[in-house]
């Protein structure tokens, strides 16, 4: 037997009352420090990356190595980026999840 199409929307519509919660399950605080440790882990490679390329496009420049230099300067801004996402992640998290609360 088939539902008719306004029973069908208003199934669809229906509030489950789901909402994030701390403390709802042992162990929070430890992943939370594993996320922790995984974001500072993430930040230490990014400081390595960025050494190391700025060093190949300083390299590349002094010796006339073209793709070196370009290879450096790629290098550089995708290490920028990946600081940038990784200092933000937790205000970009916060900020869709506000978001995705208002909608009704």
Do not use: C
């Amino acid at each position: 037997m088939s539902l008719p199409l306004t029973d069908r929307v208003i199934q669809l519509a229906y509030d489950p009352g789901v909402s994030p919660q701390g403390g709802g399950l042992p162990g929070l605080s430890v992943l939370k420090n594993v996320v922790n440790s995984i974001n500072l882990f993430g930040i230490v490679a990014v400081v390595g990356a960025l050494a190391v390329s700025l060093g190949v496009w300083a390299w590349g420049h002094h010796t006339g190595g073209h793709q070196a230099e370009a290879n450096g300067k790629k290098g550089a801004v995708v290490a920028a980026g990946a600081a940038l996402g990784l200092g933000a992640a937790n205000g970009i998290v916060a900020f869709f999840s506000a978001l995705g609360s208002q909608v009704h």
